[in-house]
C-alpha cells in the first residue's frame, strides 16, 4: 500500500526536486514501510541519510500525504551491508554469499556475524604503521598449522582492525571451505552467552563455540568487567588453544592495558602474538585514498578532481581512515549535486566541520619555527626582509606550509610574515609549488618538515 503511494509520487517528486536530485538522491531510498505514522527508508550511510533528511524530507512528507498515506515523519535507516566504498575485489562473489557461517549447510549454523565483502586484502593499503599487522594477519589467513596464538590485533578507532579480520575470515573460507571459520563482535558473543544462558541452552552454546576451526572475536575490550562472559570466553579460548585452533582477537589497546580484563585472561593474550595498527602517516593515508578515488571515479563519471585535493586530504584528515572515507564519499556526492570541479575550496566548504575537528591547532609560528631550526637559520631572519637565497627560499617553504597545513587565509598568513601582502604569500606558495615538481631535493625536505610538524 505505502510501496505503491511511493511509486505513485515519483513524477511529483521529480517536478519538486529536480531530475538529479532525484536520481542521486531519491532513487537510492529504499521504502521499508510506515509504522505509526513514521515512514522509514533505508539509505547506504548516515551522510546520505542527513542530507536527504535536511533537503528532501519536507517534499516526501507532503507528496506521501496528498495521495493518502497517513505519515508524521520520516526516517532513515543505516543499511550497513550496502556500504559505498571500493567494490569488492577478488573474493566477492563467494565471500558475499557465506558470511561467516557454515559453508556444510549440515548440521549447526555458525552464529557469526556477516563479513563485508570489500574488505579484503587487495582492498587493504598497506603503509609503515600497519605493515606489521598486515603480514600477521595474512599469514593466518593461509591456514595450515598455528604457529601463534592468539593473533592479538590492536590499535585505535577506523585504522583497519576489522577490515584485516574480514579479510583473513574470508581468504581462509575462499581458500577451505570445509574450515569452520567463526567471526562475531564480543558483543555478540556475550549476547550469545546470555542468550543461551536464559534459554538453558549453554551446553549447545560451549559445544558450539569448541567446534570451530577458526574463532575471530573482535573489539574484545567490550568485555572487560562483564564478569561471567569473561570467564566463558576463557574456557572457550583454552578449549581451541588445546585444540590447536586458530583464535584472532581484536581490540583497542594492547592486552595489559585493558582495564577489567582479568590477569589470567591477559597473559593468555600476550602468549601469542601481540601487533598493533599504529596512527595512519601521510603516506599511507594519500595511499589509501588514491585507492578509493578510483571507485569513486567509475561511480562519478564526468566529476573532475583538481590537483592536490586528495594531499590536501591526507595532510588535514588525521583521525582515522573512516573519517577519511567519509570526507570522500562526502566530497563526491556534493560535487556532483552541484555539479562542480572538486577543487580544494570545495573540499575545504564541504568538508568544513571535518576539517575543524581534525586540526590539531597547527600554528604559523610553529611551522616558522619548525622551518628555521631545519635550515639553520634564525627565525628573525625567516620572518624579516631578508632577500637573499639561502632565508628567502625557507621562507617560501615556510609559508607553502603555513598554507596548507593551516585554515589561515593569505593576508593573515602575511601579517604573520612581518606583513607581507598577500599577493607576497601567493607567490611564494606558487613558487614552492612549481619547484616541487623538478627539484626533489626540496620536496624531500617538504616531506621531512611536513612529518616533524604532524608528527
Ligand atoms: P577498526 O575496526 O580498526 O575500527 P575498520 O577496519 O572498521 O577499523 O576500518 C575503518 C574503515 O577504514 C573501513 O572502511 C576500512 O575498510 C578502512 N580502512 C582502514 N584501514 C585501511 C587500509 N589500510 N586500507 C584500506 N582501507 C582501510
Ligand atoms: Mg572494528
Not at 263 to 273: A, D, P, V, W, Y
Not at 388 to 414: D, F, H
Amino acid at each position: 500500500m505505502i510501496q505503491e503511494i511511493w511509486g505513485r509520487v515519483q513524477e511529483a517528486l521529480i517536478k519538486r526536486v529536480g531530475k538529479n536530485n532525484h536520481q542521486t538522491w531519491i532513487e537510492p531510498l529504499k521504502l521499508s514501510g510506515l509504522t505509526d505514522g513514521v515512514v522509514r527508508f533505508d539509505v547506504p550511510t548516515t551522510f546520505f541519510g542527513d542530507w536527504v533528511s535536511r533537503n528532501f524530507s519536507d517534499h516526501i512528507l507532503t507528496l506521501l500525504n496528498e495521495s493518502g498515506a497517513q505519515a508524521g515523519r520520516v526516517e532513515f535507516v543505516v543499511v550497513s551491508s550496502r556500504p559505498v566504498r571500493p567494490a569488492p575485489k577478488a573474493l566477492s562473489k563467494a565471500a558475499s554469499k557465506t558470511s561467516a557461517r557454515s559453508r556444510s549447510g549440515t548440521d549447526d549454523e555458525l552464529p557469526g556475524a556477516s563479513l563485508d565483502p570489500s574488505n579484503t586484502f587487495d582492498s587493504f593499503v598497506v603503509g609503515k604503521p600497519n605493515e606489521l599487522a598486515h603480514a600477521a594477519a595474512r599469514r593466518v589467513a593461509v591456514g595450515g598449522p598455528v604457529t601463534f596464538n592468539p593473533l592479538f590485533l590492536y590499535g585505535g578507532v577506523g585504522l583497519g582492525k576489522t577490515h584485516l579480520m574480514h579479510a583473513i575470515a574470508q581468504q581462509l573460507q575462499a581458500g577451505q571451505p570445509e574450515l569452520r571459520v567463526l567471526y562475531l563482535s564480543a558483543e555478540q558473543f556475550m549476547y550469545r552467552f546470555v542468550q543461551a544462558l536464559r534459554e538453558h541452552q549453554i551446553m549447545d552454546f560451549k559445544g558450539l563455540f569448541r567446534s570451530v576451526d577458526v574463532l575471530m572475536v573482535d573489539d574484545v575490550q567490550f568485555i572487560a568487567g562483564k564478569d561471567s562472559t569473561q570467564e566463558e570466553f576463557f574456557h572457550t579460548f583454552n578449549a581451541l588453544v588445546d585444540q590447536n585452533k586458530q583464535i584472532v582477537i581484536s581490540a583497542d589497546r594492547a592486552p595489559g592495558e585493558i582495564k577489567d580484563l582479568e590477569e589470567r585472561i591477559k597473559s593468555r593474550m600476550q602468549c601469542g602474538l601481540v601487533v598493533d595498527l599504529h596512527p595512519t602517516d601521510y603516506e599511507l593515508r594519500l595511499g589509501i585514498l588514491q585507492q578509493k578515488v578510483e571507485y569513486y571515479r567509475q561511480q562519478y563519471k564526468g566529476l573532475t578532481m583538481a590537483p592536490g585535493v586528495l594531499e590536501f586530504l591526507a595532510h588535514r584528515i588525521t583521525t582515522n581512515v573512516r573519517v577519511l572515507e567519509g570526507a570522500l564519499t562526502r566530497l563526491f556526492a556534493f560535487a556532483s549535486l552541484v555539479g562542480r570541479e572538486i577543487t580544494l575550496d570545495l573540499a575545504t566548504d564541504c568538508l568544513s566541520d571535518i576539517l575543524r575537528a581534525s586540526d590539531r591547532k597547527m600554528t604559523i609560528e610553529e611551522i616558522q619555527r619548525k622551518v628555521a631550526e631545519h635550515y639553520n637559520i634564525r627565525l628573525s631572519d625567516l620572518i624579516g626582509p631578508k632577500r637573499v637565497r639561502n632565508i628567502a627560499r625557507p621562507r617560501q617553504v615556510a609559508m607553502y606550509l603555513a598554507k596548507q597545513l593551516t585554515l589561515r587565509s593569505l593576508p593573515e598568513i602575511g601579517r604573520r610574515f612581518g606583513g607581507r601582502d598577500h599577493t607576497t604569500i601567493m607567490h611564494g606558495v606558487r613558487k614552492i609549488e612549481e619547484l616541487m615538481a623538478t627539484d626533489s631535493d626540496l620536496a624531500d625536505n617538504l616531506a621531512m618538515l611536513r612529518r616533524a610538524l604532524q608528527g
